[in-house]
Structure formats: C-alpha cells, structure tokens
C-alpha cells in the first residue's frame, strides 16, 4: 500500500519548540538524561511517583529506539510492561501520539 496520509497532526509552535528540546537531548552523544526527563515532563508526560528512570525510558521508547541495548534484550512491549509496573504512566504526552 501506498502511504497513510491520515497520520497528519497539526502542533503549535509550542509544541514543537518542546517536541524540539526532546529530539534535541535524545540526539545527544552521550545522551542528555536530565535534558530527555526535563522536555519529556514539559510536554504533559507524569508517572506517578514521577520516577526519573522511568520517564527516560519511557521517552527513549517512545521517540528514539527500541532495541535490545535499551530494553536489555526483552521485546519493547515487555519492557514498558516492566517501566509500568515500576511506576505507572498517569498522564501522557497524548499531544505527540
């Protein structure tokens, strides 16, 4: 099949300026934790016990890679599983889906 154009999304300048900070400190050489958790948080992601491995996690997941060196070899489904029964999503950034 061709390509799906219904997956088109219209973000303010805002929320590409915060979607922005977020590539931009996943980007990184050796990877801007403390800058991932801080625009991850910024763009409307909350766990609830706000657990910092977590919401890094969870951001890598969700906007730079998947593989066995970021879910230590389980399948990505799994190991959110795993990232949620540590501390549950309670708000998500439903904006950049």
Do not use: C, N, W
Request: charged fraction near 25%; proline fraction near 3%.
């Amino acid at each position: 099949p061709g390509p799906l154009y219904g997956q088109v999304k219209r973000l303010s300048l805002a929320q590409r300026a915060r979607l922005a900070r977020l590539i931009v400190a996943l980007a990184g050489d050796e990877g801007d934790e403390g800058g991932v958790i801080d625009a991850f948080v910024a763009m409307g992601f909350r766990t609830r016990r706000m657990d910092r491995h977590v919401i890094h996690q969870t951001a890598v997941l969700y906007f730079d890679q998947d593989g066995p060196e970021v879910t230590g070899g389980i399948d990505a489904r799994a190991y959110f599983e795993e990232l949620q029964a540590a501390d549950r999503t309670v708000a998500a950034a439903d904006d950049y889906v």
